[in-house]
Structures are given as C-alpha cells and as structure tokens.
C-alpha cells in the first residue's frame, strides 16, 4: 500500500507528499528486515519488484527536475552560449539568445 502511494505520488508530480511517504518507507523497510524470516519469500519478492519499480519512476523525476531547472537556467540567463560545431570539429560559441531578435 505505501509502495503504491508513492508510485502515485511520483506519477502525479506529489513531491510534497514524498518527504512523508521516505519516512514510513524507512520505518517499514527496518520492520521487513526485521521479520524477513517470517515473510513468505513470494511477498518479499514482490515488495522487492515493486520498490525497484519506484526507484526507477524516482530517478526518472529526479533528472526531469534536473533537465527542467537546466533549461530554466539558461532561458534566465541571456549571456549563455551555446556551442556549435563546424564540419570539421571546431567548437564555435555563440549567444544562446539574442535581445535583438523578434520571437514569433
């Protein structure tokens, strides 16, 4: 159940509801570490499966907030250069945006 809240969290772009979610994961992960032995090893498997899928879906967020906040960075800088390359491999850098150009 925890698992899938966070999963929905992830999904839906919830971050505020992750801090809480991380708090009762860790506690339930000690507790299953704790009573391993007396957990059928399918339910293991399958709270392993499910907490694999949601590292996944949480590194997956993590860069889409690391590309976004790049990409917001350079719109907010207008000095930001951009390199090119000409055919045979020379680095030219130019402004990202220009102040005179008309956006359309």
Known sequence: ???????????????DEL???LSK???????ISDLKESIHPEILQEISE???????LN???QRGLSAAISNLNI???PEAL?????????????????TNEKRV
Not at 1 to 15: D, N, W, Y
Request: glycine content about 4%; overall charge positive.
């Open 1 to 15: 159940m925890l698992l899938k809240q966070e999963r929905v969290a992830l999904t839906l772009g919830k971050i």
């Open 50 to 56: 499910n907490f694999a899928f949601n590292q996944m």
């Open 59 to 61: 590194a997956s967020a």
């Open 75 to 77: 719109i907010r800088n």
């Open 19 to 21: 801090n809480e979610i």
């Open 82 to 98: 951009l390199d090119t390359y000409d055919v045979d491999g020379r680095v030219k850098s130019k402004p990202f945006a220009s």
């Open 25 to 31: 994961k860790e506690t339930a992960l000690k507790n």
